[in-house]
């Protein structure tokens, strides 16, 4: 059974769950926007890769190779091949606005590891940029200024190409056209380059033709497509944001109003037991005192009338108790107070205390106290007492002839009470249940002993929190029960 307390602890375990949850979700939402980002840079370079392969491939397809064998050194820009082939790279090249430069280049005769020049698609006439004349300057890279040592140096055939030699992509484009391998920025820019071979008509490859596209609008049409997204995923992460946090503010309001209501539980509980058990106490005494005769000679009938008043009030105040002592196991409020005693005591002193109802009621009773000279054990006296008294109290209650045995016995570091009785018995379909709330056997219904089905409820909570155990055996209906009380015996015993 839990106790409000248990259920308050379990509402501020959702409390951290939620805000736990909240920060996983954030997390996540993190972690797959960037997976997300990155995917869709990954989608649109292979797609931008294609686009310039595609450019790269058809350009190196419209070089005639024989043209490119005539220029070879710088004198050869005259040449009318010259001529032929960059005007056919300007064509290429002009024909997409994203292209920064258009050129050829090989590997040089002297030496394959080094490459040259063969042609670029703005020097028509190589030397425009060094000469004067500003208007036949040419803005290469297209970025509205001029700069001829930069990246607007215009080429000739022959005109070394040193930078190639950290080009891998230049010299493996021999063997098949490729794009490099990442976007790169450098002082033209960020671009991604595409590379063809142009062959003869052997399919040796004389030359490579280059393609550089600018790449800064790819960023920013990345940056474009993934916006609504972001957008949606910031959207999305705010409205969970807030329903968490709407769920964990109604969880606290919920578990503060469950505390007000134990508090107030507690409260009643309190008075209760003492607006109740005071009275009661009175009355008990009142009545005693009249039949005793302190207050002078008293009628039979006043006596019997004293005693009936007297026996009520015991039964009444007994049944406050329980629900008392069920209050405060539900509300979490039963206390304890452990202390070393010998149980063979107790149980005799509970035997003692009852053997004048166990007389009344014509049954024979015997203690078997065990071969132990004493039973040590760390428990709650009282409480301990209750629920000895209660279960034996039980058997002389329905037994309504025969005996009663109280057994006690060590078994391994354990004490056992066993309480025998010959009485009603119980049927093995109520056994699982009888230690439940408000649980009572209908054959003890059909006696006129009335209770409350509190008892051994009560009694399961105290051995439960003693780390003991109860149970009950029995034959059936009829043929006498067999109550079980088990509990750690002190260590130093
Ligand atoms: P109460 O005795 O007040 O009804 P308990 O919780 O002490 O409540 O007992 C619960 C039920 O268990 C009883 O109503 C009865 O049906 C059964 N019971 C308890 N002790 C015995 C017993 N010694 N013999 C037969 N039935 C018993």
């Known amino acids: 059974m839990d106790s409000i307390k248990i259920i308050l602890k379990k509402i501020k375990g959702p409390v951290w769950v939620g805000i736990t949850a909240l920060f996983v979700i954030i997390i996540v939402i993190i972690f797959s926007s960037r997976v997300l980002y990155y995917r869709t840079v990954d989608l649109l370079t292979e797609n931008l890769r294609q686009r310039i392969l595609t450019i790269s491939i058809t350009a190196a397809a419209n070089i005639d190779p024989k043209n490119l064998d005539a220029l070879q050194v710088e004198e050869d820009w005259k040449k009318p091949e010259w001529a032929?082939?960059?005007?056919?790279?300007?064509?290429?090249?002009?024909?997409?606005?994203?292209?920064?430069?258009?050129?050829?280049?090989?590997?040089?005769?002297?030496?394959?590891t080094k490459m040259e020049f063969?042609?670029?698609?703005?020097?028509?006439?190589?030397?425009?940029?060094?000469?004067?004349?500003?208007?036949?300057?040419?803005?290469?890279?297209?970025?509205?200024?001029?700069?001829?040592?930069?990246?607007?140096?215009?080429?000739?055939?022959?005109?070394?190409?040193?930078?190639?030699?950290?080009?891998?992509?230049?010299?493996e484009a021999y063997y098949g056209p490729l794009t490099s391998q990442d976007l790169y920025?450098?002082?033209?820019?960020?671009?991604?380059?595409?590379?063809?071979?142009?062959?003869?008509?052997?399919?040796?490859?004389?030359?490579?033709?280059?393609?550089?596209?600018?790449a800064d609008d790819f960023f920013t049409i990345t940056t474009q497509t993934l916006r609504p997204f972001l957008i949606f995923i910031i959207f999305l992460t705010f409205i969970i944001s807030i329903l968490i946090v709407v769920v964990i503010h109604s969880w606290r309001k919920y578990a503060k109003f469950l505390e007000k209501s134990n508090d107030d539980k507690s409260e009643f509980v309190g008075f209760a037991s003492h607006q109740l058990r005071s009275p009661l106490t009175a009355m008990k005494g009142y009545a005693s005192l009249i039949i005793e005769?302190?207050?002078?000679?008293?009628?039979?009938?006043?006596?019997?009338?004293?005693?009936?008043?007297?026996?009520?009030?015991?039964t009444l105040a007994s049944v406050v108790d329980d629900y008392l002592n069920v209050s405060r196991?539900?509300?979490?409020?039963?206390?304890?107070?452990?202390?070393?005693?010998?149980?063979?005591?107790?149980?005799?002193?509970v035997i003692n205390e009852h053997k004048p109802n166990v007389d009344a009621a014509g049954l024979a009773l015997e203690f078997i106290p065990g071969k132990q000279s004493s039973y040590d054990l760390i428990a709650d006296k009282e409480k301990l007492k209750q629920v000895i008294a209660n279960i034996f109290d039980n058997s002389v209650k329905y037994t309504p002839h025969g005996s009663i045995t109280v057994r006690l016995e060590r078994i391994g570091d354990k004490a056992r009470i066993v309480i025998k009785d010959t009485g009603i018995g119980i049927s093995k379909e109520v056994i699982p249940k009888l230690f439940g709330k408000f649980k009572r056997a209908a054959n003890a219904n059909k006696t006129n002993i009335r209770g409350t089905g509190l008892g051994l409820f009560i009694a399961k909570e105290i051995i439960t929190a003693h780390k003991?155990?109860?149970?009950?055996?029995s034959e059936g209906d009829g043929k006498g029960s067999e109550f079980y009380i088990e509990v750690n015996l002190d260590n130093k015993n």
Not at 332 to 342: H, W
Not at 468 to 473: A, D, N, S
């Open 118 to 171: 063969v042609a670029d698609a703005d020097s028509i006439y190589p030397y425009a940029n060094i000469g004067g004349d500003t208007s036949i300057q040419i803005d290469v890279n297209r970025d509205g200024k001029v700069e001829p040592d930069g990246p607007d140096k215009l080429q000739w055939p022959g005109q070394p190409y040193p930078e190639a030699i950290d080009i891998p992509e230049a010299f």
């Open 468 to 473: 003991g155990r109860v149970w009950v055996e």
């Open 293 to 314: 005769g302190d207050y002078g000679p008293v009628s039979d009938d006043l006596k019997k009338a004293a005693q009936i008043i007297f026996d009520s009030t015991k």
């Open 84 to 112: 032929q082939v960059v005007s056919r790279l300007h064509k290429s090249k002009y024909s997409n606005d994203d292209i920064v430069f258009m050129y050829i280049f090989r590997k040089t005769a002297i030496d394959p």
């Open 329 to 349: 196991i539900e509300l979490g409020e039963m206390k304890y107070n452990f202390t070393r005693f010998d149980l063979k005591d107790l149980v005799q002193e």
């Open 185 to 214: 920025t450098d002082e033209y820019g960020t671009v991604i380059t595409g590379y063809a071979p142009i062959k003869d008509e052997a399919g040796n490859t004389v030359a490579v033709l280059a393609t550089d596209v600018k």
